[in-house]
């Protein structure tokens, strides 16, 4: 009895050791950073459990060419699971989706209009907010800080579709951008703070020699009318409250289109009455962007609005290098009764799974808390988009910097795996936005932005079958009447009347009930 007891005390002493043996021992690479909570508390593993397969295409843009990379080989360790990556590329992704090839991870650029139709289509999974708030706080608390209403994107006949995604650059408006030596040099303290202001500050930008090479060449401004509508002439609208190219909501609840609107037809009136003046570049219609920076560098104007503060952040050089201080505004106070800033937006397409994940409890419970901790944990965040610290980067003042050949070569950087291949959400997640701020740009966004309000479109990417119906040719429709209306002979009220009810019969007046049915519909959701 002795002799058997000892041999079950030696016995269990030997698999303790090999347990704890094969528990130290990993082939896994090893992460480097500081964790948020020290890895994934809800979505590791153990040993005894079957890896759980998930297909994986969240990007068509950075897309391993082998299998068994070492982001994979940690991702599949870290919360014992196996990938199954499908490549795809813009082109064919759909074609592939069309033949069955349907991921349990969608790729992250996914177009509002495909979002819908694969909804109805019943090739995306419906996932309640409710399981995803439980299952990924943290990035919830993340998006929820920039847009609370990021769940409106995915729903769609009542049901939710996808995990909300937001764009944080976003959430900041466009720069009024002044030449500070020639607001010195015509008598101007700063940039100015309201509508009458800027005025009187176009007037002398063209009137006073700014550039002093006494001749009448320079212009306080031109326009984005090339190529981006939207932004054309973005400060003044937004004084007023509105952007002619965005859905708005109406006092009485309904949806309108900010081009149909009194404010728009205001300030496209005073524009018209700038440009009658001779304040604004008559080029303005043929100017792109690429157009109005070379001109703000060159001296010919004086005032650039179509950048947001990451662009400005990267073009400190240039101005420099040009001679020009440039001089940054807050939006102008006007009509609206507060200064406001135009703004693209932050909402997105939400990342989109596999209609098969929806039936799969297990798999779908593990993919939010992946997802979760890729968004918003350091060591995670670190790993998955920039590699091994000392060996693929280094930290620069809390800041990852690529290593060679890392740092140029990105076939290299795609051979280990990193990128939005196997993490969907990089700089979606204010957790982890810090690890692509560097503290001067940091300092910067927030002396740009910091107080600002901006307004953007109330919808934010919707579709809807009117809209799809009408809405590029009441697009062309806009663009030919608001030229007209900047550049006529104070024929304002009527080209914008003669628009109004043009566009409304075009097939507006379906787009806005529409318009305004989904509006009512989210906010009925919300309560």
């Known amino acids: ?56 295409s969240a990007s068509t843009w950075e897309v391993p060419e082998e299998d068994n990379t070492y982001v994979q080989q940690y991702l599949e360790e870290k919360f014992n699971v196996k990938f199954v990556n499908l490549r795809a590329t813009d082109e064919n992704f759909k074609i592939k989706v069309s033949g069955g090839e349907i991921p349990d991870i969608f790729p992250h650029n996914i177009s ?46 009542g049901k939710n579709f996808g995990i909300p995604r937001v764009w944080l650059n976003g959430s900041t408006g466009f720069i009024p951008t002044y030449n500070g030596e020639w607001l010195e040099a015509v008598g101007l303290s700063g940039a100015p703070a309201t509508l009458e202001e800027f005025e009187q500050m176009l007037i002398k930008f063209r009137n006073e020699d700014p550039d002093g090479n006494n001749e009448q060449d320079t212009y306080g401004m031109t326009g984005r009318g090339k190529d981006a509508r939207a932004q054309l002439f973005n400060t003044v609208y937004a004084a007023y409250g509105v952007n002619p190219y965005q859905f708005k909501a109406a006092e009485d609840g309904t949806i309108t289109w900010g081009g149909i609107t009194e404010e728009a037809k205001e300030a496209t009136k005073l524009i018209n009455k700038w ?48 001679g020009i201080t440039p001089v940054y505004g807050k939006g102008l106070l006007g009509p609206a009764g507060k200064p406001l800033q135009m703004s693209n937006g932050a909402l997105q397409v939400p990342l989109l799974l596999g209609a098969q994940v929806e039936k799969d409890e297990a798999k779908r419970i593990k993919i939010l808390q992946i997802l979760n901790e890729l968004a918003t944990n350091d060591e995670i965040y670190l790993t998955t988009v920039f590699g091994q610290e000392g060996v693929t980067y280094e930290m620069k003042d809390g800041v990852p910097t690529f290593l060679p050949p890392y740092d140029t070569d990105g076939d290299q950087r795609l051979a280990m795996g ?18 692509h701020m560097p503290q001067d740009k940091l300092d910067f966004k927030q002396q740009l932005t910091d107080g600002a309000e901006v307004i953007a479109d109330v919808l934010g990417p919707t ?51 529409e318009a305004t049915k989904v509006y009512q519909e989210r906010q009925a959701a919300r309560q």
């Not at 000892?6 to 990993?26: D, H, R, V, Y």
């Not at 009447?481 to 024929?491: D, M």
């Open 418 to 435: 990193l990128g939005g291949f196997y993490n969907p959400f990089i700089e979606r997640a204010v957790s982890t936005w810090k690890f």
């Open 112 to 157: 509002e209009g495909d979002m819908v139709n694969w909804a109805r289509q019943g090739v995306i999974a419906s996932i309640s907010a409710d399981e995803i708030k439980q299952y990924m706080p943290d990035y919830v608390a993340d998006v929820e800080s920039i847009d609370p209403n990021a769940w409106d994107i995915g729903l769609i006949d």
């Open 1 to 56: 009895m002795k002799h058997s007891f000892k041999l079950a005390l030696a016995l269990l002493l030997a698999l303790s050791i090999m347990i704890a043996g094969c528990s130290s021992n990993s082939n896994t690479p090893a992460a480097n950073g500081n964790s948020k909570n020290n890895g994934n508390q809800s979505g590791n593993s153990t040993d005894a459990e079957e890896p759980i397969e998930i297909i994986i």
């Open 463 to 513: 579709v809807f079958d009117s809209k799809a119906k009408y809405f590029a040719n009441l697009s062309a429709l806009q663009d030919e009447y608001f030229t007209k209306a900047i550049i006529s002979n104070n024929e304002v009220d009527k080209l914008l009347e003669e628009f109004k009810t043009q566009w409304l019969k075009a097939g507006g007046q379906d787009i806005l009930d």
């Open 275 to 322: 440009y009658m003046e001779g304040l604004i570049d008559p080029e303005f219609m043929t100017d792109d962007n690429s157009l109005i920076g070379q001109k703000f560098n060159s001296k010919k104007v004086g005032f650039i609005e179509t950048n947001m503060y990451h662009h400005l952040y990267g073009q400190q050089q240039a101005f420099e290098e040009n």
